[in-house]
């Protein structure tokens, strides 16, 4: 890849973010001044940024691999990629070290929620002054889509800039599918009906589908029935009921399963106990292994309902812990792995979807080998992000706690297990 000139090219011509983009439509009329804040435009000593991440595996190389092409054409600029393991582990290492801001690193994944605090605080470094910026700010024609970078907003500032983005798609053996009979399904009650028949015609051997995750699996049916992820959620309302029991009752009658010890149902979908999942398009490549490795096809589709849910981090600046010069390699560093170069090689190995719009038609891309960009326009048409509100991250959390309960509890009377969950669902909104 031919990244050196690309990013010297950074540092030289002049560039518009358009405003579709990047404008943070803040309330707070400091803001407008905050824009045209003069900022170091160029590193010209050497500069030392950390990143913290929670990459492995192939991830974890396509990211090291970007960024040793980034110090190549910026030997000023080292960076230091520092594996936090686990975005859990992650967010509890931001949360403890908040209280200490020179502990803090340069930059970091994160999801907005787990720093509405944090932003609250002035704690972040708003990047819209670095976007907009005629010396370094991005090129006219290359900028992120503009849903992803609202996702990447707290309080109507853009503090994130996405990076490995994702959204849920489903995962289907090919193989199994073609010996039941069964069609790939469009919708959740073709999905319903598809799972029963492949449990059914395999002697309850094989489970027809399940979802990776559990507060995605609310969230996203409660947004199909018209009802965001806010405050005001009534957990025991229709709706909800409707959606805790679709997977409730598919889970008791055994056509259903969730992930549960296994964290991801990659691994049974591998061994063909499970026909389909609903996961992560970053799972393909794991998706992609098993299959090889277990001798059968797989297949994607675009998640079988309306509405589906943007996910994968953005990355996010402190304020605390950097210097001006820090700021700007940081910035610099951002915009390479943002670049339409870098965004094409990251989706092809890694199965993240690419942030800029104009890699989704390129050929290299359409013909990757991965199944993924086939469908991806079609999976992408209706995204939407958790409200970036307080208490929103530990609510939606909770979620998972309380479907885990709820569907690991044998013959349980479902109605009320919903009611009595009510109040540990409210207790997380208003802690």
Known sequence: MKFKSLVKATLATASVVALTACGAN???????????????TEVKSETTITFWHAMNGQLEKALQKLTEDFMKANPNIKVELQNQSTYKDLQAKINSTLTSPKDLPTITQAYPNWLFNAASQDSLVDFKPYLENETIGFKKGEEIRSDLMEGARINGVQYGIPF???????????????????????????????????????????????F???????????????????????????????????????????????????????????????????????????????????????GVAPRPDKFNLQQGTDIYMFEGSTTEEQRTA??????????????????????????????????????????????????????????????????????????????????????????????????????
């Open 26 to 40: 803040s309330s707070n009329g400091s803001q407008q001044a905050e824009t045209k804040k003069d900022i170091v």
């Open 164 to 210: 490995n983005k994702s959204t849920e798609v489903l995962f289907y053996n090919a193989d199994l599918l073609k010996e039941y009979g069964v069609k790939v399904p469009t919708t959740l009650d073709e999905l319903k009906e598809a799972a029963k028949t492949i449990y059914e015609k395999s002697n309850h051997e094989v489970v027809g589908a399940g």
């Open 330 to 431: 940081a910035f610099l560093y951002l915009k390479f792995l943002s670049s339409a170069e870098s965004q094409l090689y990251w989706a092809q190995k890694t199965g993240y979807m690419p942030t800029v719009a104009s890699v989704l038609e390129k050929d290299e891309y359409k013909k990757s080998g991965s199944k993924v960009p086939a469908i991806l326009a079609d999976a992408t048409k209706n995204l939407f992000s958790i409200p970036v509100v307080e208490n929103s991250d530990p609510a939606f959390a909770e979620v998972r706690t309380i479907l885990e309960k709820i569907f690991a509890t044998q013959n349980g009377n479902v109605d009320q297990l919903i009611q009595d969950s009510k109040a540990q669902f409210d207790a997380a909104w208003n802690q």
């Open 212 to 298: 990776d995750s559990l507060n995605n699996y609310y969230a996203i049916g409660m947004k199909n029935k018209g009802v965001d992820f806010t405050k005001e959620l009534d957990f025991t309302s229709d709706a909800s009921k409707e959606v805790v029991k679709y997977y409730a009752d598919g889970i008791r009658d055994g056509y259903f399963r969730t992930a549960g010890s296994d964290k991801y149902l990659s691994g049974p979908f591998q061994n063909k106990k499970v026909a389909m999942y609903v996961g992560s398009t970053a799972g393909e490549s794991f998706v992609a292994k098993g299959a090889k490795e277990a001798g059968y096809e797989y």
